[in-house]
T-cell receptor, first 110, second 114 residues
Framework: RKEVEQDPGPFNVPEGATVAFNCTYSNSASQSFFWYRQDCRKEPKLLMSVYSSGNEDGRFTAQLNRASQYISLLIRDSKLSDSATYLCVVIFSGYSTLTFGKGTMLLVSP | NAGVTQTPKFRVLKTGQSMTLLCAQDMNHEYMYWYRQDPGMGLRLIHYSVGEGTTAKGEVPDGYNVSRLKKQNFLLGLESAAPSQTSVYFC?????????????FGPGTRLTVT
């Protein structure tokens, strides 16, 4: 069974806030993990890969918890331009395909 | 370097008509995918290809056919369009060469079937 679950939101936060999203996945034999960003009516774009030790890219921090089977994305100092839908993506071991969550919508307001 | 391109960007079909969506990538990626995205459903995989001349079914393959005669192109065909196929279609290409995972999406094709 290959499933990726996300809270659809929306998460409404003011500029400058810190916000975190979680994503759970069904299969412990999972290989790779990613966060994608999708703006309204646009194609998804890779935001960052998620590594076992956790990784940071500017205001964005991604973490993986294999024991509890979830990944997280933390956004610090939110900007208006961060408003988008964030997609959790898992590649399950032995598969050539990516499994997408349905996305979490973030709305950052002035 | 254009990345992933899709043709056409928009199309309106009548029920029963056929059409082919073209996806092209210039990155020499091995894998290519066709997804559809509907409100509240997220991205769903239609068909995919792990290399030139190979194709495989995804999550929602019914009503669609694909071909990958050349590595850079992945075609999605609708033989007899139905209103349920109204959707936004995204193509993607992917490589895992050298342990580096990269996947890029095309800009999408918005299809309406009346």
């Amino acid at each position: 069974r290959k499933e990726v679950e996300q809270d659809p939101g929306p998460f409404n936060v003011p500029e400058g806030a810190t916000v975190a999203f979680n994503c759970t996945y069904s299969n412990s034999a999972s290989q790779s993990f990613f966060w994608y960003r999708q703006d309204c009516r646009k194609e998804p774009k890779l935001l960052m890969s998620v590594y076992s030790s956790g990784n940071e890219d500017g205001r964005f921090t991604a973490q993986l918890n294999r024991a509890s089977q979830y990944i997280s994305l933390l956004i610090r100092d939110s900007k208006l331009s961060d408003s988008a839908t964030y997609l959790c993506v898992v590649i399950f071991s032995g598969y050539s395909t990516l499994t997408f969550g349905k996305g979490t919508m973030l709305l950052v307001s002035p | 370097n254009a990345g992933v391109t899709q043709t056409p960007k928009f199309r309106v079909l009548k029920t029963g008509q056929s059409m082919t969506l073209l996806c092209a990538q210039d990155m020499n990626h091995e894998y290519m995918y066709w997804y559809r995205q509907d409100p509240g459903m997220g991205l769903r995989l239609i068909h995919y290809s792990v290399g030139e001349g190979t194709t495989a079914k995804g999550e929602v393959p019914d009503g669609y056919n694909v071909s990958r005669l050349k590595k850079q192109n992945f075609l999605l065909g609708l033989e007899s369009a139905a209103p349920s196929q109204t959707s936004v279609y995204f193509c993607a290409s992917r490589t895992i060469a050298g342990g580096l995972e990269e996947q890029y999406f095309g800009p999408g094709t918005r299809l309406t079937v009346t």
